[in-house]
């Protein structure tokens, strides 16, 4: 059964659109296991949010049509109704300005990600969840929503005011002209800001995927290649997190300018939300000419830069995908850009890496392990066995260790250097470590008493 738990730090005013900016923000989250859950509630209602949580995708649609929430924390992975299913539903009936909704993803889910920006999510964080990033971004759309929803309110006088001085007398028609003329500015100011990051005035998401469209569907006229490069800031959090957000916001500004300042002015520059940019070119024939910029990009913004007298390093990986390789396939021009800047980040970072179709099927090949672990988690199918520890002066021995193995149905017996890792980035490595304690105390309780058992923890754990 469904159930939903609230938690606030005080009751909601309900009162006029003036005084909803002063009320604690309304959260909902979605997850369908509790651990989790709690976890964040927990954290957010320490920052002075009001939190309501839900434990699937239905639950959390009920929630939605009952009550009101500034922003959405969504699983992607959930049993009932996927998360991209969840957000489905919400577009249809909410804006991703009316309603905010932050995907919580494991780092290898990059291809849901990729849907789940296409459906039309906000942005994204990973798990194991890092609160600091998730809480900037978190505060970061609240903002762009308090935001959409001042400029909506001036929209909506500036159209009753327009309405009133088109039935005014005829001697105030020069009024009437000139207001005109500012609604003309504001209409101009409110399109800016509807395709453009407000921190760097970049093109934003919207904007970014209108102008990949516009790049794809010139290819076959002006015999131009585009190609998008993805643009990940390595320490960019460290450096946000020591030095506080007023830091991290002009050195997030300074490292659009450095892109700026290497990418061609006809080329079509976007911040996509946190420390991630993009870049779409449109060189002719020449097929180096996107990983030599992507390279010119990574090495300018690995120069220190100086911000409010102090110097601060970050490093870039860059992902390049050439469109000829999709045709019209947007989402799968994405996904490649995307699938070759995490290549690049587990290279060693600081580097730039060309996709190459190989890296889809070991995407494929991670993504279905993953799948294979969430039900081996679920239903314990795993195995220990014990490996003595052998006193080297009496020779007797003084205790096991347990080592977990996993005996995968189409791969054999399996490793921990090849699940664990995975479980570690997925989340599920605290249940998993749990399960390893629980069986080997079990099976330790049927031994001598002085024979001791020795598990491995995660440093997660």
């Known amino acids: 059964m469904n159930t939903a738990t609230s938690h606030a730090i005080r009751e909601p005013n309900v009162s006029s659109p003036e005084g909803e900016e002063d009320l604690a923000p309304r959260i909902l989250v979605v997850d369908d296991v509790a651990d989790n859950r709690d976890i964040l509630t927990r954290r957010l209602v320490r920052r002075g949010f009001q939190v309501t949580e839900a434990s699937g995708g239905h639950d959390a649609l009920n929630q939605i049509e009952t009550g009101t929430f500034d922003l959405v924390l969504l699983d992607i992975m959930m049993p009932d109704l996927s998360g991209n299913e969840v957000l489905r539903r919400i577009r249809e009936r909410f804006s991703n300005t009316e309603l905010p909704v932050i995907m919580v993803t494991a780092k290898s889910q990059s291809e849901d990600v990729v849907e789940s920006l296409s459906i039309g999510a906000n942005d994204y964080v990973t798990k194991p969840v890092d609160f600091a990033v998730a809480i900037a971004r978190i505060n970061g759309q609240i903002e762009a929503k308090k935001a959409s929803d001042r400029t909506l309110r001036s929209k909506q006088t500036l159209e009753a005011t327009t309405e009133q001085l088109n039935t005014s007398l005829s001697a105030k028609e020069v009024e009437l002209a000139n207001e005109s003329g500012r609604r003309k500015v504001s209409e101009e100011k409110l399109h800016f800001l509807a395709y453009h990051d407000s921190l760097t005035e970049l093109l934003n998401r919207q904007g970014f995927r209108d102008a990949l469209h516009h790049a794809i569907d010139e290819m076959p006229v002006n015999d131009m290649e585009p190609a998008l490069l993805f643009i990940d800031l390595d320490g960019f959090k460290a450096v946000n997190d020591l030095f506080g957000h007023a830091i991290g916001d002009k050195l997030l500004r300074a490292a659009g300018e450095r892109i700026q300042s ?30 030599q910029l992507a390279e010119q990009i990574v090495a300018e913004i690995g120069k220190p830069f100086t911000v409010d007298g102090t110097q601060l390093n970050i490093g870039a990986s860059c992902g390049v995908a050439r469109a000829s390789h999709f045709s019209s396939d947007l989402d799968g021009l994405v996904k490649a ?71 995968h149905p189409k791969r054999g017996l399996m490793s921990p250097e090849i699940f664990i890792p995975l479980a570690e980035e997925t989340g599920l490595i605290n249940q998993l470590g749990a399960w390893v304690l629980r069986e080997a105390c079990k099976e330790a309780c049927k031994w001598p008493e002085h024979i001791k058992v020795a598990v491995n923890l995660s440093p997660i754990q």
């Open 337 to 407: 850009a995307d699938l070759a800047m995490y290549h690049a980040k587990s290279n060693g970072r600081g580097g730039a890496v060309l996709f190459e179709a190989r890296m889809l099927q070991e995407q494929e090949e991670k993504r279905q392990l993953e799948s294979d672990l969430r039900i081996a988690v679920q239903h314990s199918q795993f195995e220990l066995f014990y490996q003595p520890l052998i006193n080297i002066d009496t020779r007797e021995i003084t205790g096991f260790e347990a080592l977990i193995r996993w005996p």
């Open 262 to 291: 290497v990418v061609p002015a006809s080329f079509d520059i976007a911040r996509l939300g946190g420390d991630e940019f993009a870049v779409i070119t449109r060189y002719g024939v020449q097929p180096d000419a996107s990983m």
